[in-house]
């Protein structure tokens, strides 16, 4: 059975689904987020999204750096 995600999430869950502080890209803007209470909220979208593009560009780093090895012979 598949788990429905919440339209919004708490930065503990935000934090554990990227696997890095979300509060750091929180403050510095990255992340929307929004205050409930004393409690900080941030879009399940928003956090997907990010995690989604995170992963695009460490696929695209990788990528760039086969090449050069290509482009230096490093790889047999």
């Not at 979300?22 to 979208?45: C, F, H, I, K, Q």
Request: glycine share 6%; aromatic share 4%; charged share 30%.
């Amino acid at each position: 059975m598949v788990a429905s995600v919440p339209n919004e999430l708490t930065t503990t869950a935000a934090a554990t689904i990227l696997g890095i502080s979300s509060m750091n890209l929180v403050e510095d803007g990255t992340l929307p987020a929004r205050e409930v209470g004393s409690r900080t909220r941030l879009l399940s979208e928003d956090v997907f999204a990010y995690k989604q593009r995170q992963q695009a560009e460490r696929r695209q780093a990788f990528d760039e750096l086969r090449r050069i090895e290509d482009d230096l012979g490093l790889v047999d």
